[in-house]
């Protein structure tokens, strides 16, 4: 049963509200994209705080927020690519190399347990926060060195959570590092 509470509800919001940033790309609607985005982020930034601070963590919500988070790194590249084609151009080893990065471990982690991770580490965190602001930077100042240095802080990130997976027995979430990996593990 689905536990309502205001992080799953905000999970739930990006789960059903990122599709809409693939019709902001497909109508070419720049400003419903930034809009959507944003919203976006900003749910997903909130859901974890209010889950920690109400006590209302669960792995429910966890895996809820990873299958928002799945969503959104699917359909805001599909996004961009309708609505700045030339952006995406340039910048296609750079985004091929983000999605590969992003898809590694999921693989690792669908072989060993079945499932998706939702470890949530705090490099991952950084590095979404480094990601949605390097793409931010990317669309609206047409500069790329935030993206391109977001990307390679998300090698660091993909070898964490790769390595997270091969430490621990059984699938487990919000993991916040390897180290804790390390002292968890059973």
């Keep these: ?7 799953n509800t905000l999970s ?9 940033i693939l019709l902001a790309g497909w109508f070419e609607m720049p400003i419903l994209f930034f809009i959507l985005f944003g919203m976006l982020l900003l749910s997903d930034v909130l859901d974890g705080i209010i889950a920690r601070v109400l006590d209302q963590t669960s792995e429910l919500g966890s895996r809820l927020d990873s299958y928002g988070d799945i969503l959104t790194y699917l359909c805001t590249p599909i996004a961009v690519w309708w609505l700045w084609p030339d952006i995406v151009k340039e910048e296609l080893y750079y985004i091929v190399a983000a999605i590969v990065i992003y898809i590694l471990p999921a693989i690792f982690s669908l072989l060993k347990f079945g499932k998706l991770a939702s470890y949530h580490t705090w490099i991952t965190k950084i590095s979404a926060v480094l990601m949605s602001a390097g793409v931010l930077v990317l669309l609206v100042f047409d500069d790329n ?3 391109h240095s977001a990307i390679y802080f998300l090698v660091i990130a993909m070898i964490e959570n790769i390595a997270i997976t091969l430490i621990i027995s059984k699938q487990k979430s919000n993991i916040h590092s390897i180290w804790h990996a390390w002292n968890e593990r059973s």
């Design 12 to 20: 739930l919001f990006r789960i059903i509200a990122a599709p809409f």
């Design 145 to 147: 060195l935030l993206f």
């Design 1 to 7: 049963m689905l536990s309502h509470n205001i992080p």
